[in-house]
Each structure stands twice: as C-alpha cells, then as structure tokens.
C-alpha cells in the first residue's frame, strides 16, 4: 500500500459493533496492514466506523461524528447482507463519505488505505498557498465544495463545469484548478470572457486567423485555443455563446483540432477545459438555447459555488481579509459592524463585500476598531434598527410550515435543533464554544444533542 499509508492517522470507531470476534478480525487486519488507527470515536480526523448492526440505528451516531468540523468517514458493515442500497444512501445523506461492506470488497484494507490517503493529500492542498491565497472560507458548505475543487484539479484532468451566482468567485476557482493541476510544464491560464465575443470575430478569438484572411487582418494570429495548449482554457460565461459558436467549439472540444480563419491546415492543441456560468445550462438546453452535445463535452466534473448568504459566517472573516489587503495590516471590526455586515443583503456576493470593504478601507482613519462611522452613508440602514435577523427566508420557512399545518411545538424544535447543528458545525465541533454562540451552558447543550431526533 506504499509509505505514504504507515503515516496517514484515522480514529477506528467499534461502538456498534457488537460481535467480539468481529471486531478482533477487523483489528488484527487494519493493523496488519500498516495503517495506524487509534481505536475511539475522538473529535476530529477521519474516521473508520464499523457496525453490525442495522444501518438505520448507526445513521444517528455518523450524523453525531460527522458534525465534529469536517471529519470525513468510512462506514463498514461487518455482516454479509446488512447494507442494501437504501441504507448507503441514508449513510452517506447523514455525513459518511463512503459506505462498503467489508465481505464484499476484495481488498478493504487497500481501500481504506487509498481513501485516507486520498483525504489526507487534499487536507495538505488546502492548506497550501494556492489554496489559502485565492479562495478564502471557513463555512462548511464553502469547505465542501473547495474540497472537491481540490480533488478534481489535482487528481485528475477533467473538464470542470462551475456554476453559481455571478460574484462567487467562479474564475478564481478556475485558476485555482489550473494552479493544482499536476501536468509537468504546464502551460498558460487562457482567458476569454464570453460576454464580450463579437460574433464577427468570434472565429479569430477562438482558433485565431492568417494574414489577409479579413479585412484588417495584417498579421496572423494565434487563438486562445492556441495559447492555451498544454495549459487550461478558461470560457467565462459559456452560457453567453450563440448558438452558431457553439456548433463550432464542439469538434474543438471533443478533438481538440481546429483551423485558424483563412487557413486550410488542421491543428492540434491540448489543453484543460474549465468554464464558468450563472445560467442553468440544463434549463438553457430546454429552452433551446445550448447545445445539449456541447453541455455534456463541458462537464465531466460540475461544481456549484454557494452565494454569500448560504456561508454567512465567511462575512467577517472575508471583510477581514480584504481591509488587511487594502491597508496592509490587520484591523478589527465593532460589534456593530459585524452586525450590520451579517444582516445586510450581498446579491453581489463576494464581489460585492469586496466592494463595501473597499469603501470602509478608504474611510477608515484608526486607530482602534472599524465603528459604524467608517460605513458610509449609503450602509446606514432605512429603519430604526435595519433588518432584523428573523426576517426574510427564516420567516417564509416558518409560512411554509404553518401552511403545511404544522404545529407550533415542531416548528419550535425544528428551528432549535437547526440552531444547534448549525453552532456546532461553524465551531468545528467544539461543543464548548457552540454553547456561549448559543448562550446556553455545555451541558444544555450536550442534553439537548442527546435528545435530538434524526431530521427525517
């Protein structure tokens, strides 16, 4: 399993694994096979969890691991014919990584060796400077994602489809692919922004033209398709592209050959293909507005980027880091500050905080805190006391609910076991500095995880 796997730590959990003699099988094989496997549960790592019995019954303790930071975790049933298809589902739906049966598997040990390995390689890029210096976050969701980014860029070479709200941050995580891909002698990051091609032209954009192929065309020139052999093509916005551009890029993209405008002689180029878009392409193709050929060419491998208010707990951090940027040293904000920052509406996203963190920077005169006088009159809220935090999609979930003709008990323990797995899992599993978020004492905290009910 090579050295790499003697190295790699992960937490052997046995808890539901009720057969002693399965359980010393188990040990003596993880052990023989070199990986070193601390017998427990702990609090963070990755996890091996074994069981023997009923998958249903060991969801509610995978769910519990899994909301310790972003522990990712191997479930392994012990007992031939005891995971079906509904039940690995329900396992990985709840937080396990991946779901095996031992007896069925031909070599578990390797397995579980390849996937720690796997998981502790994409632990070491995220914490490298390309990773850390293009896309910042500490939401779950956000981690989620950039893990996959990771793993997708780094151990493989497909064609990455990113989707998401227009100011999330989509070319930087191209460029962060590009940036992990592991091609020796890479070649250039190619940008061409879709918004701007002009149709006319659009032929020499892409695969360039020889001299004298049109009216103003002085010089050959190479194409973006050109510049990027043996590096990464990005296409901001494909969603943008007509239909009749789309038509062309498809012999490029299935055969990476083209010809340059004006030219007889056909050429080959290699390259990663990443694109970008906030359009639903498959509602684009739908509507008959992309090819549905070319939609399936771009996407090995798509991702989504979440908007800014489905990682509200990057707000600050984010700020943070732009103010150090634009003033060269770390400043902090206000309670004040932070408030409006969380509760105020970004529909530009990232890009859009940058801007408001821009504009404090150019106000802020120090020393001490950013106050609310550093804002700017156009952050000042209309009312009294601005949005209040149950307004908006909170106060439409609880609509929901009332007009599905649930009661005001199950709404109540809804929104306090939402509360409680969300404090959690933005403090990485620290239970301790969940409950002061919550203003609750640890073991108020600890009884009232005890007695959630799995979500349905």
């Known amino acids: 399993m090579g050295e790499l796997a003697k190295r790699v730590e992960a937490w052997l959990d046995l808890s539901h694994c009720e057969d002693a003699g399965a359980r010393e099988r188990l040990r003596g094989a993880l052990q023989g096979s070199g990986l070193a496997l601390r017998e427990g549960s702990g609090e963070d790592g990755a996890a091996v969890v074994a069981f023997d019995r009923t ?29 079906d298809g509904a039940s690995a589902w329900r396992l990985l739906q709840v937080g396990a990584s991946d779901v095996f049966s031992w007896d069925e598997c031909p070599s578990p040990c390797e397995r579980i060796a390849r996937r720690l390995e796997r998981w502790e390689a994409i632990d070491r890029a995220l914490d490298d400077t390309p990773v850390r210096s293009l896309l910042i976050g500490r939401a779950r969701k956000f981690r989620t994602v950039l893990r996959q980014v990771v793993e997708v860029a780094r151990f ?7 989707t998401g709200e227009s100011g999330t941050g989509k070319e930087l995580a191209a460029r962060l692919i590009h940036e992990l891909d592991a091609r020796p002698k890479k070649g250039n990051f190619v940008v061409v922004d879709c918004t701007t091609i002009v149709p006319e032209l659009s032929g020499s954009e892409f695969f360039g033209h020889e001299k ?124 004040a500050v932070r408030q409006h920052l969380l509760l105020r509406p970004y529909p530009g996203n990232i890009r859009e905080l940058r801007q408001v963190a821009f504009r404090i920077g150019c106000r802020y005169v120090g020393p001490g805190p950013v106050t609310v006088g550093d804002l700017g009159p156009d952050e000042v809220p209309s009312g009294e006391s601005g949005e209040s935090w149950w307004e908006g999609s909170f106060a439409q979930s609880i609509q929901r609910a009332i007009a599905l003709g649930v009661g005001l008990k199950e709404i109540r323990r809804v929104a306090e076991d939402t509360a409680v797995r969300l404090a959690v899992s933005g403090e990485e599993g620290n239970l301790q500095s969940a409950a002061r978020r919550l203003g609750v004492t640890d073991r108020a905290l600890q009884l009232r995880r005890a007695s959630q009910r799995p979500t349905p």
């Open 212 to 335: 004298g192929a049109f009216t103003g065309a002085v010089a050959s020139r190479d194409g973006a398709v050109a510049l990027a052999n043996g590096g990464t093509l990005f296409l901001d916005e494909v969603g943008e592209l007509p239909l009749q551009l789309q038509a062309e890029l498809l012999r490029l993209v299935q055969e990476r050959t083209y010809k340059r405008v004006g030219g007889n002689t056909w050429s080959t180029t290699q390259f990663r293909l990443v694109c970008a878009t906030h359009r639903d392409l498959q509602d684009e193709q739908h509507r008959g507005r992309f090819r549905q050929d070319l939609y399936y060419r771009l996407s090995d491998w798509t991702c989504r980027l979440p908007s800014l208010r489905e990682r509200l707990e990057d707000v600050v951090p984010l700020v943070e880091h732009f103010l150090r940027s634009f003033l060269g040293r770390p400043v902090e904000l206000d309670d």
């Open 156 to 162: 493989s070479d497909a064609s990455v489809l990113i």
């Open 55 to 83: 998958p249903c019954d060991v969801a509610r303790h995978v769910g519990d691991l899994s909301c310790h930071g972003e522990r990712r975790l191997i479930a392994i049933a012990v007992v031939d014919r005891i995971l």
